[in-house]
């Protein structure tokens, strides 16, 4: 079944991804349209929108790592989101990291009250896109769904949040033996585990500290192995943390040679002189949020590949906290050994009757090191390079097609300024959009609710610019 776009009918703007970011854009987009401007289509696989991987756990013991108070999802009204949570309990406060199923259901909440304020209609499909391209017949766009059935669009966006976790080398030996878990969000397979049972978790960080916590939730005597390249965990954030003023461009950073290690000397040598006049280095880090997208622009290609490769995991340990009572319950499992951090390179990983057996290089050198376990789980973090991505059928067939390029150091899709995707040619395509966490590509500092609140308002009000 194929629906029509007609000369009567204000545009039409389809938002593939129903999770953080293609909600926050239907809500801007239902804030600011002219009555009889844009029609909207919110399409989201699952049963609920606004929940996205983040917000889909129905564990409140898993909290934000974001303060209530930085967390509104409405820019310009900061206590936002504060006023719904005192409506629940007055006892919430601005400096409170309350829990993230709470999170999502404001979400949900300021949608419902949007489209209920605003004249633009808005339809919500549970839906799969598979394809999209441009239409035979007219500068729109088609998206295919699951069904057959395709939409004609005037503007498409894609909000496709996390698309899967990186594929790893050595889990082919464990594909059929029951004992690896690819997925760190399938919760339901980690509550599945025998009790007792010592598992290994790759990767340390915010993945992997959650998969740490659901499997020792219902099981305090389970020993959990944390295996990461460098043994880096993320830092805690303080206690009754507050937003960091908004700064002009730091001045100790004017005039660097555009090097990672330059822009590094800088800020390690003011983190220095913070410190000897009584403040703490998150001052620092969190003075400079908003201009990281500056100092990632200045940054030439080479010198980009270089701060992922040497400086990214310590930047993102020290700029994405644990919240204090997270921190706290992580230092105590490691102080009492159930928890345990292994910093080294995977050998090998070897299925054999109830256990799986890793072989690990450590760090530090010395004899290779065996740990035992009933199961792997990947906890390695999202994987952003489009080229090797076969879990989602819209992005192969993106990519394949040429409608969209991977960035050069692979962490995302390369866009124009107007949110735009950029083809194969090196185009912006008019008609097809991107909001998400592989904005990172272009500003590195893309994948919070502080950054991608903005992105969502300044994306919407481009989609509601004629077309030209």
């Not at 629906?3 to 938002?15: F, M």
């Not at 949007?114 to 339809?123: F, V």
């Not at 899709?413 to 909001?435: F, K, N, P, Q, W």
């Amino acid at each position: 079944m194929r629906h029509e776009l007609s000369a009567s009918h204000p545009q039409h703007v389809v938002i593939v991804g129903g999770g953080f970011s293609g909600t926050l854009t239907a809500v801007h987009l239902l804030r600011e349209a002219a009555p009889e401007q844009v029609r909207i289509t919110l399409i989201e696989q699952h049963p609920r929108v606004a929940r996205g991987l983040a917000y889909r756990i129905w564990d409140d013991s898993m909290l934000l790592n974001v303060p209530a108070g930085n967390m509104s999802a409405l820019a310009d009204e900061p206590g936002h989101f504060l006023e719904y949570c005192r409506d629940i309990d007055p006892a919430f406060n601005e400096g409170s990291f309350v829990p993230r199923r709470l999170f999502g259901d404001y979400l949900e909440h300021t949608l419902h009250l949007a489209a209920r304020a605003s004249p633009t209609p808005l339809t919500r499909l549970r839906a799969q896109a598979v394809a999209i391209r441009r239409s035979e017949a007219s500068s729109a766009m088609d998206v295919t769904l699951a069904d057959g059935s395709v939409l004609l669009a005037s503007r498409v966006v894609l909000a496709l949040g996390h698309l899967g976790a990186q594929q790893l080398r050595f889990a082919d030996a464990l594909a059929d033996s029951g004992r690896y878990i690819g997925n760190p969000w399938d919760y339901a397979a980690m509550d599945h585990i025998p009790a007792g049972q010592p598992v290994v978790v790759l990767g340390t960080g915010h993945t992997a500290i959650d998969a740490l916590f659901r499997l020792t939730s219902r099981d305090e005597e389970r020993k959990v192995f944390l295996l990461s390249r460098r043994g880096l965990l993320p830092k805690g954030h303080r206690t009754l943390p507050q937003a960091p003023a908004t700064t002009a461009f730091p001045c100790y950073l004017a005039g660097l040679p555009p090097t990672t290690f330059a822009y590094l000397r800088a800020i390690r040598r003011q983190i220095r002189i913070r410190q000897q006049q009584g403040y703490n280095w998150r001052d620092v880090i969190n003075a400079l949020r908003p201009h990281t997208p500056e100092i990632w622009r200045r940054l030439p290609d080479r010198e980009r590949r270089r701060f992922l490769a040497r400086v990214g995991p310590w930047w993102d340990i020290h700029r994405h906290r644990l919240a204090p009572s997270a921190y706290r319950r992580l230092r105590g499992m490691l102080q009492s050994g159930q928890a345990e951090v292994v910093a080294g390179t995977v050998q090998e990983m070897q299925a054999g009757g109830q256990r799986v057996q890793v072989r690990v290089q450590p760090r530090a050198g010395g004899e290779v090191r065996e740990l035992e376990a009933a199961v792997v789980v990947n906890c390695t973090g999202p994987d952003y390079d489009i080229g090797r991505l076969t879990v989602s059928p819209l992005v192969t067939q993106l990519r394949d097609e040429g409608y969209v390029r991977a960035d050069p150091q692979r962490i995302g899709i390369e866009l124009d300024e107007r949110y735009r995707v950029i083809d194969t040619d090196g185009r912006g395509l008019a008609g097809l959009y991107y909001v998400g966490p592989m904005l990172r590509a272009r500003y590195w500092e893309a994948i919070a609710v502080p950054e991608l609140r903005r992105h969502t308002q300044t994306l919407a009000r481009h989609l509601l610019e004629p077309q030209g």
